[in-house]
């Protein structure tokens, strides 16, 4: 059973950076895609960054030229960084396989306001 752990949140002003990262058990990350999730109160989960086990990226048009995603499958581990923040940012991030396929974790909360 896989299992992942996201940190990196917290409190952010606007045009401010923060890089996430979630941790994967599991020996088969490597030959997955990788995405990561955003939740906004009231709104549904929607995708906002992808990774192939390649390394090939794709990103949503609302964090496209700002946000970044990588993995290090030595380490079974992916990563977001994020950059020039937005208030509409503001959400709790969560990590998965792209389409999920495993369990949610608990996410990481982002808040971006001044």
């Known amino acids: 059973q896989v299992q992942l752990v996201e940190s990196g949140g917290g409190l952010v002003q606007p045009g401010g950076s923060l890089r996430l990262s979630c941790a994967a058990s599991?020996?088969?990350?490597?030959?997955?895609?990788m995405g990561w999730y955003r939740q906004a109160p009231g709104k549904q989960r929607e995708l906002v960054a992808r990774?192939?086990?390649?390394?090939?990226?794709n990103y949503a048009d609302s964090v496209k030229g700002r946000f970044t995603i990588s993995r290090d499958n030595a380490k079974n581990t992916v990563y977001l960084q994020m950059n020039s923040l937005k208030p509409e940012d503001t959400a709790v991030y969560y990590c998965?396989?792209?389409?999920?396929?495993?369990?949610w974790g608990q996410g990481t909360l982002v808040t971006v306001s001044s």
């Open positions: 998965n396989t792209a389409p999920s396929t495993v369990v």
């Open positions: 990774i192939t086990s390649g390394g090939r990226t």
């Open positions: 599991g020996s088969i990350f490597s030959i997955y895609a």
